[in-house]
């Protein structure tokens, strides 16, 4: 948060990144290279206002985003759980534990098949697994315990 009152000479208003009107509160926001209203500096998804929930906001895709929000599309880092590699805004991703994979990425373990939206797969221990490769697959038979299975969704349509 910038204080807009300097000593001695007011300072000339500054236009609001976000509805273009001119900045004349006692204080105001700087993000992204950008002067912001504090009511006008909002999660892109939840529309919460940003200066009202903490000090830093996250900017992915042309969206800028509460931290919550960040996690919840990117995961922790941003990054695909299972590459490393940062995962861009309008990308496809899969889900799996609260983790965010690449579509690309997200394939079972054991033989490599990649796993498509509605593929019945097994979350093990951080690892992910067909229907066919799970571990102890053959002695469990018909005992085995419901499936997680994951639908792809793309980061603007889960806001």
């Known amino acids: 948060m910038v204080n807009s009152q300097t000593s001695g000479v007011p300072p000339a208003p500054r236009s609001c ?21 504090t009511r006008c ?5 939840c529309q919460a206002q940003l200066g009202d929930i903490g000090t830093t906001c996250y900017s992915k895709g042309g969206m800028i985003l509460c931290r919550s929000d960040y996690i919840r599309l990117f ?10 590699q940062s995962i861009p805004a309008n990308e496809m991703v899969m889900r799996a534990q609260g983790n965010v994979y690449h579509l690309k990425c997200f394939s079972c373990a054991t ?6 939206p509605g593929d019945r797969f ?24 419901p499936l997680q ?5 793309t980061d603007q349509k889960v806001c």
């Open 17 to 37: 990144a976000g509805c273009g009107g001119k900045i004349a509160d006692r204080f105001l926001l700087f993000s992204m290279e950008r002067y912001w209203h």
């Open 41 to 45: 500096l909002k999660c892109s998804c």
């Open 75 to 84: 995961g922790h880092s941003g990054a695909c759980s299972a590459c490393g």
């Open 111 to 116: 033989c490599r098949n990649r796993l498509m």
């Open 122 to 145: 097994h979350y093990i221990n951080g690892t992910i697994f067909c229907e066919h490769d799970r571990p102890g697959a053959a002695l469990l038979n018909s005992h085995l315990p």
């Open 149 to 153: 299975s994951n639908s792809v969704l």
